[in-house]
Every structure is written in C-alpha cells, then in structure tokens.
C-alpha cells in the first residue's frame, strides 16, 4: 500500500499483547468493577478488544478530544468534544488512549478527571512515543513503545482513512512530510 514505510506491529503481536494487558488488568482490579473511558476516535478498536478480554463487569464510556496546533505537534490546548455521560465520583476509571505523543493531550484529561475525585485513575496506552514526551505521565499500562514516527492502522487514521487495517503502521518519510 502506498506510504506504509513500515509495519511496526503487526496483527499478531497487537493481539497477543492486547490478550496480556487484559489478563494484568483483571489481576489489578479483581473484586472491583471497572469504568473504561476511551478516547475518540483512535482508542476504539483497543478499547473494544480490551474490554471484550478483561474477565470484569465493565462499564464504557467515550471521550473526544481535539488539541490545537499543527498535525504532528500537539499545543496542549485542549478542547473537550465530547464528555462523558456517566458520572465517575468513587470510581475505578481507566483511561483507554491510542497513542501518547507529547502527552500533553494525556496530561489534560488527567486534571480534568481527577478534580471529578474518581476512586482511582489510571492509564492503558497502545502505543507511547518516549522520545517525544514533553511531560512526566503515570502510564500504568503500555502496549508498546514506538519511535517517533506518524502512524496509522488499528483505530489510528491517516488522513482520515486507514483506521480499519489490523495493524501499526508508519508513514514513509516523504509521505510524512506531505501529511504535516
């Protein structure tokens, strides 16, 4: 396919560790429900996998969030698109994100959550980019950790398309700075 440089996880490796991080979670809350809060758009397919793993009663809820500044560069200025429904007072949330960049975006959400004094809160990362992180986070669990590349596949989008293919992908790096 046009602009795949690479594939960086593919189909095999997700699952298998997507299987795992569900298997640690449900040892980590036994005894406990828990409230997964994903993030739109890119987190919908780990979360749907995760969730359908973790062996938890298990609620599910939706964030969407929209940072301003260029497409590869994160200003930390965040916008809430959409909140969640359900109140998460006294809680074990979850936050389901797709990929921490900057983590900037992350660090947002982690405020704004807790001043709504869950009971605990907590971080489950597909894919961190640890050259790229401007600030400190507590990612309790993570998928993988990937170079600082643009990627796409598994929930993520280029462009806006992709977000269907069953793998990690990275864009050429001609294809990257057409994107930017």
Do not use: W
């Not at 959400?109 to 869950?118: E, G, Q, T, V």
């Amino acid at each position: 396919m046009d602009g795949v440089g690479e594939i960086l996880v593919p189909p095999d490796r997700l699952q298998r560790r997507v299987s795992e991080l569900a298997t640690q979670i449900t040892d980590d809350y036994r005894g406990r429900e828990l409230f997964l809060m994903g993030v739109l758009k890119g987190a919908v397919f780990f979360v749907a996998d995760l969730m359908r793993q973790i062996e938890l009663r298990c609620e599910l809820d939706f964030m969407a969030v929209s940072s301003y500044g260029s497409m590869t560069d994160s200003s930390g200025v965040v916008r809430i698109l959409k909140d969640l429904d359900a109140p998460i007072e006294g809680r074990d949330v979850l936050i389901v994100e797709d990929v921490v960049d900057s983590g900037l975006t992350l660090a947002y959400l982690l405020r704004s959550l807790s001043s709504r004094d869950p009971r605990s809160l907590e971080v489950c990362a597909l894919l961190v980019k640890p050259h790229r992180r401007t600030v400190e986070l507590p990612i309790r669990y993570v998928g993988f950790e990937i170079p600082a590349r643009f990627v796409f596949g598994y929930g993520l989008d280029l462009d806006p398309g992709y977000r269907n293919l069953p793998y990690v992908a990275a864009v050429e790096e001609q294809a990257a700075r057409r994107v930017a």
